[in-house]
Each structure stands twice: as C-alpha cells, then as structure tokens.
C-alpha cells in the first residue's frame, strides 16, 4: 500500500473581524467566501486580496451559522434563534425572520429546501424560495449543534447536545432512528463518508468515531462504532472533507488542525501554532475550498488562516 505524506504551507492571514469567528461558507466564485462572528458582521473574503474583506451586513447579536445559498442569497443564523436573510442584488430584500428560541448552530441547503438546527432542540424545514417554515420536528430538548447530509440518500444525520445522534428521512420528514447515547458529551460535528457508507462523528468528548450505514436505516438497526479515536484534547468543532480526494480535517478547541486519511483514518498531520504559527484559541469552523483546494480556518483569536495542503503518495 502506498505511503500518504503531506506538506502543509501557511498561506495568509485575514484579520478584520472584533470577536470570535464562528463559522464560514463559499462564495459565488471559488476564489470568495464569507465568514460570520460574534460582533454579528457577515464579512465577505477573495483568496485573491491579500488582506481586505467587505462587510456585507451586521446584524445585533452573534452570528453562529452561516449558508450561502444557490439563489444569490445568504442566511445566517444567531444567538437568539433568528435568521438573517441577505439579498446580495437587492438590499430591499434583507429580512430578520424570527422561528427558534435559542441560536441556530447549523444551516444546510437541499434542493429547494433549507434545514436550519437550533438550541431549542429544533429541526425546522423551510422552503428557499418564500423563506417560510414548512415543517418542524422536536427531536430534543437539548440543543441540536450538526447537520451532515448523505452524499446520494434523501438522508440526514443530526448531533445533539444529548449525546445521540439523529436520522431523519429528508422525503417523509421523519425520525428513521437514533443512535443514543454516541458521545460522552454533545456531538458537535458530523459529516458522511466520500461514499456515504460510514458517518464520521466529532464530540465534545474530543473522540471522532466511525458509524456503518447500512443501505436502509430501519428501526430494528442497532448502531455500533467500527473506529473509537482519542482525536483531539478538547472539543471537534468541525469535520471537513477535501474537494476531491479522499482525506479529511478536523478543528478542535485544543487550538489544531489535524488531516486524516478518509479511507484508513490514519492521522498525517497536526497543524498547530508551535509548528506552523497557527491560531491561538479554539478553531471553530473549516472550509475545504476549490481554489487551489485551500483550507480555510477560522478561530475565537479573530483570526482566519489560509493553509496549503499539498499531498503525496510514496
């Protein structure tokens, strides 16, 4: 079997934002995305400038979560389970649309639908193109932090801060099972497998474990983690995989960045500040992005940081 080995290269820095950065999406070319903070501004970066982003927007309160969707608009959600809607052709269209109770961790867009979690434990289906709530289901009481989306199934795993992990048909909007008790602690992040054939899960407990899928999620299925890794020392924030190849990186509030291998799940690097000058505080989100397949970190330092990653095989 051949040998994986990778160089990691410190690209830039992009300062701007006063307080913590939350999360972060792409933008309407490869070279754009956008980040969102606690001082609520929504900021919009190109790879191409060295140091200047526009602010977009500004809302009142933090800003948690962040989709830029297909129709030229961008969501955000934030502390107290409101979402912004940012019309980037028509600043008439911006709207404050008021639906969860508590903040809104996670935003996902499926077709012509959006999926938005929030603290109140809150799974809410909303059409994207009149931005109204369809349907909703309670799956907790405690805060619902990840959403990941099988890659070919009308599929979607949901974390909790219950510890359980949910499963919910995205045509029938309903609970297929639950996996119970995943973590030791809330399940921060989830993403599925390049295939779809595992669920790769991240806890507070600082653990990544790997879940089979079967081909049909039934209520009689039981559950088991094939992988238990002692991944990181604090909390995994976020799971994301490369554009193209089979490798993924986690974030962690242990202040790393660490690239795996997404068939073995063997760890290649650790990407911290006494090696490459990295962040300082808790990495909260990730993007794998496809110009020059960048990976894009964002942290509670304020910071975001460009990392090259070049992979090897010997």
């Given at each position: 079997m051949k040998k994986t080995s990778l160089q990691v290269e410190k690209i830039n820095e992009l300062m701007g934002h006063k307080a913590a950065i939350y999360a972060m999406d792409h933008g309407e070319q490869p070279p754009e995305f956008y980040?969102?903070?606690?001082?609520?501004?929504?900021?919009?970066?190109?790879?191409?400038?060295?140091?200047?982003?526009?602010?977009?927007?500004?809302?009142?309160?933090?800003?948690f979560s962040i989709k830029k969707l297909k129709s030229?608009?961008?969501?955000?959600?934030?502390?107290?389970?409101?979402?912004?809607?940012?019309?980037?052709?028509?600043?008439?269209?911006?709207?404050?649309?008021?639906?969860?109770?508590?903040?809104?961790?996670?935003?996902?867009?499926?077709?012509?639908?959006?999926?938005?979690?929030?603290?109140?434990?809150?799974?809410?289906?909303?059409?994207?193109?009149?931005?109204?709530?369809?349907?909703?289901?309670?799956?907790?009481?405690?805060?619902?932090?990840?959403?990941a989306i099988h890659p070919s199934k009308a599929l979607a795993a949901i974390g909790a801060s219950d510890q359980n992990i949910y499963f919910i048909d995205l045509k029938s909007f309903e609970l297929l099972n639950v996996i119970e008790k995943a973590h030791d602690n809330s399940v921060f992040s989830l993403h599925f497998s390049r295939l779809g054939n595992q669920l790769i899960s991240?806890?507070?407990?600082?653990?990544?474990?790997?879940?089979?899928?079967?081909?049909?999620?039934?209520?009689?299925?039981?559950?088991?983690?094939?992988?238990?890794?002692?991944?990181?020392?604090?909390?995994?924030?976020?799971?994301?995989?490369?554009?193209?190849?089979?490798?993924?990186?986690?974030?962690?509030?242990?202040?790393?960045?660490?690239?795996?291998?997404?068939?073995?799940?063997e760890l290649l690097k650790v990407i911290d500040f006494e090696k490459y000058k990295g962040h300082v505080n808790s990495v909260n989100d990730l993007l794998w992005s496809t110009y020059n397949n960048y990976l894009i970190s964002c942290s509670d330092d304020r910071r975001i940081i460009i990392w090259k990653i070049d992979f090897e095989e010997k």
């Open positions: 980040s969102v903070a606690g001082e609520g501004w929504l900021v919009k970066w190109d790879l191409n400038n060295s140091t200047d982003g526009v602010l977009v927007a500004q809302a009142k309160s933090n800003l030229n608009r961008v969501l955000s959600g934030n502390m107290n389970g409101g979402l912004h809607l940012i019309d980037l052709e028509s600043k008439d269209n911006n709207r404050d649309i008021a639906h969860h109770s508590k903040g809104i961790y996670a935003i996902k867009e499926i077709a012509d639908y959006f999926l938005t979690a929030g603290g109140d434990g809150l799974l809410t289906k909303w059409n994207a193109s009149s931005f109204r709530a369809m349907e909703s289901l309670q799956l907790s009481e405690a805060s619902l932090r990840s959403i991240g806890g507070r407990d600082a653990h990544l474990k790997v879940w089979e899928i079967p081909d049909k999620i039934e209520k009689e299925w039981k559950p088991e983690a094939v992988k238990d890794i002692a991944a990181h020392l604090f909390t995994i924030n976020k799971i994301t995989f490369h554009p193209t190849l089979n490798f993924f990186a986690t974030s962690s509030r242990d202040k790393s960045i660490k690239i795996w291998n997404g068939q073995t799940y």
